[in-house]
């Protein structure tokens, strides 16, 4: 099992014949993506690394059956139209790496997404990856990068930034720690999908054993899923890095995203770690620290699984 993408996820990438979907459309082929067609109103019966371009998501559905996602990669002015339009038309998982969308727009998107029972990412994000199964936008570049800096394994991740979800991934591979699904979460004020709304994926998810997220200052988040974890009591160790601890000591000011402006006490570094580590989740000081400490806290897991040795056994008989 994988969280909400695998290697039979059948997707589509509107506003396809934009510069920057041709690159994300042939990443996603390279490594293994299945991409039915793609969308850009006015160019139907060309097509971009050999996907069809159709005008309209409708038109894909009746050529080729329902599909479960797309990549909207279109400018911001027109990402609320081509989302409800993927909604309309029963695609459920929805990437937009769009950036700069204004915040009504998003919250009426996802607002939409909800009733229709399907799942936003981003905006402003790069995406989901299952690795050695599939990948749904720009996270890990190119897909001989991609494969250098994901590796399969047990561990999930989460980032408000697409870089740093390719940073840790790489950290924890040279570590020796695959990845189940790690997942670009982008980082605006308003997010399709936040760690709390994860959570429940991963805690479902066999092949996940642990989570490690990257956080910033700014917004309720990491209170969220602080708040999920105490009250689910997840059966998940989490290992946590906050960036910008800088930030307590300039307020108002704003680091790296969107979301990240600090308006009061509960949104600065330090209250979010205590509130983590009260939670249980390990929160690391530098990146290289994580793979440590998940061997740490997934080790009592393991000691758990291993069955118990027979007298005979122990006597070595």
């Known amino acids: 099992m994988t969280i909400l993408i695998s290697k039979d996820t059948r997707f589509i990438v509107q506003g396809i014949t934009g510069r920057e979907a041709v690159d994300l459309t042939r990443q996603n082929l390279e490594y293994g993506a299945k991409i039915v067609g793609g969308v850009t109103p006015g160019r139907a019966g ?142 605006d004020a308003i997010v399709g999908t936040s760690y709390a709304e994860l959570m429940p994926l991963y805690e479902a998810d066999p092949e996940t054993q642990a989570i490690a997220i990257y956080s910033e200052p700014g917004g309720r988040m990491e209170a969220e899923l602080a708040e999920w974890v105490t009250t689910h009591k997840s059966r998940l160790p989490i290992v946590a890095f906050m960036a910008g601890r800088f930030m307590d000591e300039m307020k108002g000011m704003r680091f790296g995203h969107a979301g990240t402006i600090v308006e009061g006490k509960e949104d600065t570094t330090a209250e979010k770690i205590a509130r983590m580590e009260r939670a249980g989740i390990s929160v690391a000081e530098r990146i290289e620290e994580i793979p440590q400490l998940l061997k740490k806290r997934m080790a009592p897991q393991v000691s758990r699984s291993e069955p118990k040795a027979s007298e005979d056994q122990k006597a070595g008989r």
């Not at 990437?95 to 998107?109: D, F, G, L, S």
């Open 46 to 187: 060309r097509d971009v690394h050999g996907v069809p371009v159709y005008d309209s998501v409708r038109d894909v559905v009746k050529k080729h059956g329902a599909v479960e996602g797309s990549i909207i990669s279109v400018p911001p002015g027109f990402v609320r139209d081509a989302a409800f339009e993927a909604l309309e038309n029963g695609v459920r998982l929805i990437v937009i790496v769009t950036e700069n969308i204004p915040r009504k727009e998003v919250a009426q998107m996802v607002e939409l997404a909800g009733l229709r029972g399907a799942r936003i990412i981003g905006p402003n994000c790069l995406g989901i990856i299952s690795p050695g199964e599939a990948k749904m936008g720009g996270v890990g570049g190119p897909a001989a990068n991609t494969r250098q800096a994901y590796s399969k394994g047990p561990i999930g991740v989460m980032s408000r930034s697409g870089g740093m979800t390719t940073e840790i991934a790489s950290t924890l591979t040279a570590a020796g720690l695959g990845q189940s699904t790690c997942v670009s979460i982008g980082g």
